[in-house]
């Protein structure tokens, strides 16, 4: 009995095993395939980042060695989505290592040499991408891996593009393939050094790889090989090399992993083995101690049950008067029942993994199958029935493949195994997985098989999905690439080794129809654009012929047809290889270099702009506060010279002495008018804008100018009909007229023609200046006739003090001076001239609004009123000599005066003397200033009148002073003294309001 049982029991096991070894090879398996399919991952990652930098090398700013906005532009490209990941930088070296720009530091800090001079040599020298082993960067100070592309200019590398990348990004390219539990992969350079690793990335990072797993995977690209770890841990290792990078990728699956099913099924047959087999013995050796006779019959039973099986029926041996032998016969059947069981539970340990099991004899054409089975075929036969009866819901493509594998022609021996597709009632489609052995049989054409049915549908779907995935980026990666050269304003073209197109973007077919006529086709011949010009042709095949060599050049040529239009380009050539290395074409980039010398050109012009602005402003800084001194010291004289005529008035003078204070009032006159050109020049002149009929004050200017010109010169006046009102000071705009108009007449010296023209400048007018704010304007044009400037003197008219005349006859201020009024009224002045064609001076000036031309002009306050010799005035003033001269001069006209030289001592003033009738105080003073001052004093005394006095002509916030009056340095004494009259009469005047 117990012999009978080991054929069974060796078969279940034998069963068992193939089970277990075929997931077990099924998991080996799944780890060649993932650390190929890691290895297409790496590269991925590697070839966009050489892509990025490919497409970054061609950059216009890296071409000019703009390397500031080069830098700008590679934060740009690292923040892109495509290329944006943590710690990644881009790095711009010299041949020699000496880095030039680098985005872990701004542009311009120090950078030290490349920690890769052998990565950025090899990338210079082989004039193609390089990609490095591992590395520690010198700025970042972290282990990185670099791709390094050469930047080509006239046809030399001069310098290396790179990309360097942390360790721990490529750790997360492994990381998202999501390797099953317990699975590790790592990835290594060609120096043998780990990159990283799914296990401990950090610590691993670096170090170097065994080195009998290094001899394992040189010799071949992928492969498999044990290896046993520091801690005794047995793995199953297959492993890939990157066809980019010479990079080594490998997966380690745990042998715990792959032998657990090994292990699970040996126990589970040896339990269940164990058990039946000690039974059957003990029950052999009961037997056996109490039969003594009838062996035969007991034989004879044990062959029927071996040869019929478990299925054997349990009668097989007649009932004997011997109960030894009827007790041998009925443990025959309970052993047959046993088996059946063992059977049963073999199936269900099968099923319960998803596996169906099956058997197949050749002899009948029968095939058995478990439930499982039947399951997973979809049908509805049952034990017994025919093959055909069983497959007929497989695919037809794959039966003759299923017949082939139990029908063999030779002797039926070994293993096979095969895929096919299962059709279903509701339209899916699963794949199986067969695999079987055939049993060894001595009688031809008697051949049995066993074997197991697995559904691997979801496993092909993963694997098809991960190969759609990495063609889904592929092709993602190609649409990107597709769209920057589209984007591009460069002309590229690509064309095979016979010269016909293969690709081009948008700007190339614009230019190319406009500079030959004729529209680029793929597939069609490059040099059938050039149609008509020989010429072109024949240099064409001379360039393009050494692009397909190999070579690597830049040139500047002019090309396009004679007869429609030529253009100068920068055309830069390259070959193009396959993966193989061979050549398979060229292809071409042109830069259009005109719009970079036009660019140049403008940016220098600009640059000398804004060099002859900043020139002007600070002469204008400068002449404002001399001018402002200057008033002070010209009133001080005034002052001081009033005094001495007012005491001459009843008094016998001499002649000589009266003519000395006449001419010495007539210079502060002067020394007023020209402190007046100053202020305008500087902007900081007093003006009084009001809506000014610009034709009406020329044409009331024509007796002043006939006079003051001379009869040599022919004035005429030009006023365009519906001219517009602009909004100016009426007394600026004549002085300015006049100025040009003497100007004129200076360059007229043999006599000529001055025309003076009035037009409206509506906004977003041809010709108008660029300089010029918005809005609708007036333009005043002054015309001579004279001897014109030159570029070098025109460049200077507006300076103040420049002046072509000779000594005594021109300050040099006139033009500055109109200059100063245009830029103050918020319009601007142009200059026209050249030697021999006279000069025309141009100013704009802004239109006045509807509430500017009806509103009515500022009447007076009223007449001077008599002396009030009883009003108390008290003098601000910080300038002594100002100071006493105006206190004389009042008290002179009967006030009574209290002196103050700051705003705190004029507080502490009023504190003592509350009665002061009227306040006289400068504007710019250290510590407080005049309208500070008058601000405390009407927090305290809200209807106390106050007179301002300043050198300078505008005062910040000067009108959110209700009531102030201003008065502009140097005054008459006079003057001063109607106006302290005139204020002293406001109040009066306020209250009645």
Not at 215 to 220: I, M
Not at 317 to 326: A, D, L, M, S
């Amino acid at each position: 009995m117990t012999t009978a049982m080991l054929p069974v029991l060796a078969f279940v096991g034998w069963m068992v095993v193939r089970m277990a070894e075929t997931q077990s090879a099924a998991i080996e398996r799944s780890g060649q395939d993932t650390a190929r399919m890691l290895a297409v991952a790496i590269d991925r990652e590697l070839t966009a980042m050489a892509t990025a930098l490919q497409v970054l090398s061609t950059s216009p700013s890296l071409r000019s060695g703009d390397y500031a906005a080069f830098h700008a532009t590679a934060i740009e490209v690292l923040r892109s989505k495509d290329v944006r990941r943590e710690g990644v930088h881009i790095v711009l070296t010299e041949a020699n290592g000496q880095q030039i720009a680098n985005t872990r530091r701004a542009y311009g800090e120090p950078l030290p040499r490349t920690a890769v001079p052998d990565l950025v040599r090899r990338a210079a020298e082989a004039s193609q991408t390089q990609i490095s082993g591992v590395f520690r960067g010198a700025i970042a100070g972290q282990l990185l891996v670099a791709v390094a592309v050469p930047v080509v200019q006239d046809g030399q590398p001069t310098r290396v593009l790179s990309m360097s990348v942390p360790t721990d990004v490529l750790a997360g390219v492994l990381k998202r393939q999501e390797l099953p539990g317990g699975w590790i992969a790592g990835l290594w350079d060609r120096e043998g050094l780990f990159i990283t690793r799914t296990a401990a990335p950090q610590s691993s990072a670096g170090t170097p790889v065994p080195p009998e797993v290094v001899r394992v995977t040189a010799a071949e690209t992928s492969g498999t090989f044990p290896f046993v770890t520091r801690d005794g841990v047995r793995f199953f290792n297959a492993f890939a090399r990157s066809d980019t990078s010479g990079w080594t990728v490998t997966v380690g699956v745990p042998q715990a992993v792959i032998s657990e099913p090994l292990t699970q099924s040996v126990l589970l047959v040896l339990t269940g083995g164990g058990i039946l087999l000690a039974l059957s013995l003990m029950m052999a050796l009961a037997v056996g101690r109490r039969i003594a006779g009838p062996v035969a019959a007991l034989a004879d039973s044990a062959r029927a049950l071996g040869r019929h099986g478990p299925s054997a029926t349990t009668g097989i041996i007649e009932r004997t008067p011997i109960r030894e032998v009827n007790d041998v016969a009925g443990a025959l059947a309970s052993t047959a029942q046993r088996l059946r069981d063992s059977e049963a539970q073999q199936r269900l340990v099968m099923e319960a993994v998803g596996l169906g099991v099956w058997r197949f004899d050749a002899r009948g054409g029968r095939f058995y199958g478990s439930d499982r089975t039947a399951e997973l075929l979809g049908s509805a036969a049952s034990d017994g029935t025919s093959i055909e009866a069983w497959i007929r819901n497989v695919s037809a493509d794959y039966r003759d493949g299923l017949r082939s594998a139990f029908y063999r022609d030779g002797p039926a021996a070994g293993e096979f195994e095969t895929e096919f597709p299962v059709g279903s009632p509701d339209g899916r489609v699963r794949w199986l997985m067969m695999r079987g052995s055939f049993l060894a049989e001595a009688a031809p054409g008697a051949a049995r098989a066993v074997g197991i049915l697995e559904d691997v549908t979801e496993r092909r779907r993963a694997h098809e999905e991960q190969l759609g995935e990495l063609v889904g980026r592929h092709a993602a990666d190609r649409r990107l690439f597709a769209a920057i050269i589209e984007s591009s304003t460069d002309l590229i073209v690509a064309v095979d080794q016979d010269l016909r197109i293969l690709l081009f973007n948008g700007a190339y077919q614009r230019e190319i129809e406009s500079l030959y006529g004729r529209r680029p086709e793929i597939g069609r011949s490059l040099l059938d654009l050039m149609d008509g010009v020989p010429d072109a042709i024949d240099r064409a095949r001379v360039l393009w012929g050494r692009a397909l060599a190999g070579e690597t050049f830049t040139i500047v040529e002019e090309i396009g047809n004679p007869a429609l239009r030529r253009q100068r380009f920068e055309l830069a050539f390259g070959t193009m290889v396959d993966s193989s290395g061979r050549r398979i074409g060229a292809f071409r980039i042109a830069r259009d270099i005109g719009e970079r010398e036009r660019t140049q050109e403008a940016l220098r012009q600009a640059e000398e702009t804004l060099h002859q602005i900043r020139k002007m402003e600070a002469i204008g800084q400068l002449t404002g506060g001399i001018a402002h001194d200057f008033n002070n010291l010209l009133q001080a004289i005034g002052s001081a010279l009033f005094l001495i005529q007012a005491g001459q008035d009843g008094a016998s003078t001499g002649a000589g002495t009266a003519k000395a204070l006449d001419l010495a009032t007539e210079a502060v006159k002067k020394g007023a008018t020209l402190t007046q050109h100053l202020l305008a020049f500087s902007r900081r002149q007093r003006l009084e804008p009001k809506s000014v009929n610009v034709g009406a004050l020329v044409e009331g200017m024509s007796g002043l100018l006939e006079r003051t010109l001379g009869g040599t010169i022919r004035i005429a006046t030009e006023s365009a009909s519906g001219l517009w009102a602009a909004r100016v000071d009426p007394n600026q705009l004549e002085m300015a007229i006049l100025n040009l108009a003497i100007n004129a007449r200076d360059a007229m010296p043999d006599g000529g023609a001055l025309t003076i023209a009035t037009a409206n400048c509506p906004a977003g007018s041809a010709g108008r200046p660029a300089d010029l704010a918005p809005g609708d304007c007036v333009r005043i044009a002054v015309a001579d006739t004279g001897q014109g400037m030159g570029e070098e003197v025109a460049a200077r008219a507006f300076e103040p003090f420049f002046t072509t005349k000779g000594v005594g006859h021109g300050t040099g201020l006139g033009l500055s001076m109109v200059h100063g009024l245009a830029a103050q009224s918020g319009g601007t002045v142009t200059l026209d001239t050249a030697p021999g064609r006279g000069t025309t001076v141009t100013l704009y000036l802004p239109r006045a609004d509807a509430q500017d031309a009806t509103a009515p002009a500022e009447g007076s306050m009223g007449k001077a009123l008599p002396p009030q010799c009883s009003a108390t005035i008290l003098v601000v003033e910080d300038e002594v000599l100002v100071r006493m001269g105006t206190a004389t001069v009042l008290e002179q006209a009967g006030f009574r005066i209290m002196e103050a030289s700051s705003g705190p001592e004029a507080l502490e003033v009023m504190e003592r003397e509350p009665e002061v009738d009227l306040v006289l105080t400068d504007y710019a003073m250290p510590g407080m200033t005049g309208l500070e001052l008058i601000r405390a004093l009407r927090t305290r005394r809200p209807d106390l009148p106050v007179l301002m006095v300043t050198g300078y002509a505008e005062i910040p916030k000067a009108a959110s002073v209700d009531g102030l009056v201003i008065m502009q340095k140097p005054y008459r004494a006079e003057e001063l003294v109607g106006r302290i009259r005139r204020t002293l009469a406001a109040p009066s005047i306020l209250a009645a309001q």
